[in-house]
């Protein structure tokens, strides 16, 4: 991991060279808590000026590039994030940003954080190259925080009732986790650590399933192929749904 990140933010410094000014690491890897097989390494690159075509070009298929070099790494398909000026971030304005997600690389005219990745990158985030910025950004206060729990918790009434048989499947008991760790201490923790907060505090009207999850999230490339796991995380709708009444009665 230390090896990849390093020659990540090598290869990003030698393609935005004096115009990189900040570039950071946030989410489970920031807060200790990356499982390969399901997590993602989130960075964010703020710029000087605006990123020339020839940088987006080279940005975007980095992953790629240097995944054929390193063919056996098994970290660099794992990096999402997004490169952009300081000064468009800030704004929200239209411009040019470079983003890498799951299911791929584009370009668009503007990016955001949602309030938890906004939170974990000024609070836990770490500065891999460049200079500290995060003093141009003020942390989303307890009723931001809460609109982002209850938008949240729509997606997971929409998409949990009828999960499929990813990983993710059980992902969804996590989040509700992290949502009633939020809204009890005005914080955001890392999703594994939330669901151990949960089960020691009592809310999960689904313990053992929570358990499960937990033990999911903690060794991933153990179950995601296994028929048993994949039958159990299609049956999960019910299980979701009446952990999410107890986020509902916190709102």
């Given at each position: 991991m230390k090896q990849s990140l390093d020659r990540m933010t090598?290869?990003?410094?030698?393609i935005l060279g004096n115009s990189l000014l900040a570039l950071y690491l946030y989410g489970s890897v920031a807060l200790n808590d990356f499982q390969q097989?399901?997590?993602?390494?989130?960075?964010?690159c703020f710029t000087r000026l605006p990123l020339t075509d020839k940088q987006v070009e080279s940005l975007l298929f980095l992953r790629q590039e240097l995944l054929l070099d390193e063919p056996a790494n098994p970290y660099f398909r794992s990096f999402e994030g997004a490169f952009l000026p300081l000064k468009q971030f800030l704004h929200g304005s239209s411009g040019r940003a470079v983003y890498w997600g799951?299911?791929?690389?584009?370009?668009?005219?503007?990016?955001?954080?949602?309030v938890f990745s906004m939170?974990?990158?000024l609070t836990q985030g770490l500065l891999l190259s460049g200079d500290e910025v995060r003093s141009c950004f003020s942390p989303p206060c307890l009723k931001e925080l809460q609109c982002g729990v209850l938008s949240h918790f729509h997606t997971i009434r929409r998409y949990g009732a009828a999960p499929d048989s990813?990983?993710?499947a059980c992902g969804w008991l996590l989040d509700i986790s992290r949502c009633l760790y939020t809204l009890q201490t005005g914080r955001v923790a890392a999703k594994t650590a939330a669901g151990e907060w949960a089960l020691q505090n009592g809310l999960c009207p689904v313990e053992q399933s929570l358990r499960k999850a937990?033990?999911?999230?903690?060794?991933?490339?153990?179950?995601?192929?296994?028929?048993?796991?994949?039958?159990?995380?299609?049956s999960l709708g019910p299980d979701i749904q009446s952990y999410a009444d107890v986020l509902e009665a916190e709102l």
């Open positions: 090598h290869s990003i410094s030698g097989g399901w997590s993602d390494i989130d960075i964010l799951t299911s791929g690389q584009r370009v668009t005219e503007n990016y955001t954080l949602d939170t974990s990158l990813s990983l993710y937990l033990e999911v999230r903690k060794h991933p490339l153990l179950y995601r192929d296994t028929l048993a796991y994949q039958k159990w995380a299609a």
